[in-house]
């Protein structure tokens, strides 16, 4: 029996086939999918999932459908198990807070946090919306983003603190903005995303991290917000994070905005950077997701790859990626998959 689900992953139960000996000569199989096929590398899988020509268009469009059928509750996004919720949040919670005892998130200006994969907006309103002045969340499922904006803006906050936009996009598709994060929160999600995507997503990441640096911007911007289509074209003069983070709410508008998928492919951002030193505000990238112990899992019912540690950091790697932190996450049942915490800068 195996259960995928936006946060919880249950452990396959091994099967043995009945029918010829395993040939020892063989190489180990690298990975299983749902249907008891196995893969001795990971470039055979891709190979195997996407085909030749490598498109993603199925893979995609199945991860999506799967969702679409979900209840946008608290029990939908944990499939069943919400009694996971606060160990999960508690565990989160010391785990930002250590970073922020050894120096991120040290600012005296308004701090933003990026929610990825977000779906009702558990984690931003759990977790976030306390340690952070404003709050974005990127989800693709639009039914998810619409529970997510209702309940979040019942939330009683007084300023500074504020709800951000609410992104409705895939990751794959989704460019977060350029230097505007003080952390970007990246939970159960990651298994979507191909492992090209995974890279190409991470870097945009990279980008979208808060620095202190003088920088000059000029931005062409399309966003459909509240179903009015605004265009504007800006040329500012940033001088550090906290300006660039008031010119974004200029653009976006007030809280609570969504900004569609198809707008959000059209939403650009061409920035010529100008520093006067390699300075940097301590903002992080952090990614919780499942792990395997020995080798990765691929769920066929909703195009997931749950990867081994050396997988991602391989990946991490390949993004250009430092490792900062890295803890497990205790106190989960142990008939599920092993929940681990990266921090990357």
Same mark, same amino acid.
């Given at each position: 029996?195996?259960?995928?689900?936006?946060?919880?992953?249950?452990? @396959?139960?091994?099967?043995?086939?009945?029918?010829?000996?395993? &040939?020892?000569?063989?190489? @180990?199989?690298?990975?299983?999918?749902?249907?008891?096929?196995?893969?001795?590398?990971?470039?055979?899988?891709?190979?195997?999932?996407?085909?030749?020509?490598?498109?993603?268009?199925?893979?995609?469009?199945?991860?999506?459908?799967?969702?679409?059928?979900?209840? @946008?509750?608290?029990?939908?996004?944990?499939?069943?198990?919400?009694?996971?919720?606060?160990?999960?949040?508690?565990?989160?919670?010391?785990?930002?807070?250590?970073?922020?005892?050894?120096?991120?998130?040290?600012?005296?200006?308004?701090?933003?946090?990026?929610?990825?994969?977000?779906?009702?907006?558990?984690?931003?309103?759990?977790?976030?919306? @306390?340690?952070?002045?404003?709050?974005?969340?990127?989800?693709?499922?639009?039914?998810?983003?619409?529970?997510?904006?209702?309940?979040?803006?019942?939330?009683?906050?007084?300023?500074?603190?504020?709800?951000?936009?609410?992104?409705?996009?895939?990751?794959?598709?989704?460019?977060?903005?350029?230097?505007?994060?003080?952390?970007?929160?990246?939970?159960?999600?990651?298994?979507?995303?191909?492992?090209?995507?995974?890279?190409?997503?991470?870097?945009?990441?990279?980008?979208?991290?808060?620095?202190?640096?003088?920088?000059?911007?000029?931005?062409?911007?399309?966003?459909?917000? $509240?179903?009015?289509?605004?265009?504007?074209?800006?040329?500012? $003069?940033?001088?550090?994070?906290?300006?660039?983070?008031?010119?974004?709410?200029?653009?976006?508008?007030?809280?609570? &905005?969504?900004?569609?998928?198809?707008?959000?492919?059209?939403?650009?951002?061409?920035?010529?950077?100008?520093?006067?030193?390699?300075?940097?505000?301590?903002?992080?990238?952090?990614?919780?997701? &499942?792990?395997?112990?020995?080798?990765?899992?691929?769920?066929?019912?909703?195009?997931?790859?749950?990867?081994?540690?050396?997988?991602?950091?391989?990946?991490?790697?390949?993004?250009?990626?430092?490792?900062?932190?890295? $803890?497990?996450?205790?106190?989960?049942?142990?008939?599920?998959?092993?929940?681990?915490?990266?921090?990357?800068?």
């Amino acid at each position: 029996y195996q259960r995928r689900v936006r946060g919880v992953t249950s452990m @396959p139960g091994q099967k043995k086939k009945k029918g010829k000996k395993s &040939n020892k000569s063989q190489p @180990p199989a690298q990975g299983t999918d749902s249907e008891g096929n196995q893969y001795s590398s990971i470039p055979l899988l891709w190979s195997s999932v996407l085909g030749p020509s490598q498109k993603t268009d199925t893979w995609y469009s199945k991860g999506a459908n799967y969702w679409q059928d979900v209840t @946008p509750d608290v029990e939908g996004m944990l499939g069943g198990l919400g009694f996971v919720h606060d160990n999960d949040i508690a565990f989160s919670k010391k785990y930002i807070e250590d970073l922020r005892g050894s120096g991120f998130f040290q600012t005296n200006m308004e701090t933003r946090a990026l929610d990825c994969g977000a779906g009702i907006g558990r984690v931003t309103r759990s977790l976030l919306v @306390p340690l952070f002045d404003v709050v974005d969340s990127v989800e693709q499922c639009e039914a998810f983003v619409h529970t997510a904006k209702e309940d979040t803006l019942k939330l009683n906050l007084t300023p500074p603190k504020r709800i951000g936009t609410f992104f409705c996009s895939g990751l794959q598709d989704f460019t977060p903005e350029p230097r505007s994060y003080n952390l970007i929160w990246v939970q159960w999600v990651i298994g979507y995303l191909t492992d090209e995507d995974l890279v190409s997503f991470l870097k945009r990441c990279k980008h979208a991290l808060a620095t202190s640096v003088t920088q000059e911007t000029k931005e062409v911007v399309c966003v459909k917000a $509240e179903d009015q289509l605004k265009t504007r074209e800006v040329e500012v $003069e940033v001088e550090d994070s906290k300006a660039d983070m008031a010119q974004q709410d200029k653009l976006f508008g007030t809280q609570g &905005n969504i900004v569609n998928g198809d707008d959000v492919n059209q939403y650009k951002h061409q920035k010529e950077e100008q520093t006067s030193g390699d300075e940097k505000s301590k903002s992080v990238i952090i990614i919780k997701d &499942n792990i395997t112990r020995s080798s990765f899992w691929l769920d066929k019912e909703d195009s997931s790859l749950t990867r081994t540690d050396e997988h991602l950091k391989e990946i991490f790697l390949k993004a250009g990626l430092t490792l900062i932190k890295e $803890e497990n996450q205790p106190d989960f049942p142990e008939s599920l998959f092993p929940v681990k915490l990266y921090a990357l800068a």
